[in-house]
């Protein structure tokens, strides 16, 4: 079977359909992608991080396939969601370890620094997610936006796709949330 985007969204739309057959042939179409998704939010944590990309992918998978209410539409739109589960479950993870230190400071991280997966980042991911649920809450697109663009490393084609926007304002939207979410980050880095 081939790699096309067309075989992954057909075998997405069986398996809403409720044909767990499909999971077999689904897996290695995206086994890969997601992995390189994991790799992405894995590269720059802590040397200690008890979670690696391979963990990350399973669970992942395991909430993707699970999820009974989402309308798969598409391969990005797959891909767009799994970025937001390992986002969620890296955050999780990262405030577990954080109240395991039992009320240590959080250092904060500028948006280059933690586009950069910086040492801290496993701190850093919270300050990030921090920042961007507060752009969740003034500009609900440019959060989503960022959310595929930065976590799931969509192309502005395919977050257009996922959205139903052009190529054009997503560009432009990445472009301003990206700007906001430096200046929360740097207010929050200078505070510290």
């Not at 701190?123 to 595929?148: C, F, H, K, P, S």
């Amino acid at each position: 079977m081939s790699k096309s985007p067309g075989d992954i969204t057909l075998l997405l739309r069986e398996l809403q359909a409720g044909n767990p057959a499909v999971e077999s042939r689904l897996v290695p179409l995206v086994y890969d992608e997601l992995r390189r998704t994991a790799r992405r939010y894995m590269r720059g944590e802590r040397a200690d991080h008890t979670l690696q990309p391979t963990a990350l992918v399973h669970e992942a998978y395991l909430r993707l396939i699970r999820q009974q209410e989402v309308d798969w539409q598409n391969r990005a739109h797959f891909f767009g969601v799994a970025a937001q589960l390992m986002r969620h479950i890296l955050v999780d993870h990262a405030r577990a370890h954080k109240a395991e230190k039992r009320g240590g400071h959080e250092p904060k991280l500028s948006l280059d620094e933690a586009l950069a997966c910086s040492e801290e980042k496993g701190a850093g991911l919270l300050a990030l997610d921090e920042a961007l649920t507060r752009l969740n809450e003034r500009d609900q697109r440019q959060g989503r936006i960022v959310e595929l663009r930065f976590f799931g490393g969509l192309t502005e084609e395919e977050v257009a796709e996922v959205l139903g926007l052009s190529a054009r304002t997503v560009k432009r939207e990445w472009s301003v949330a990206r700007a906001w979410l430096y200046k929360e980050l740097s207010k929050g880095a200078n505070s510290a």
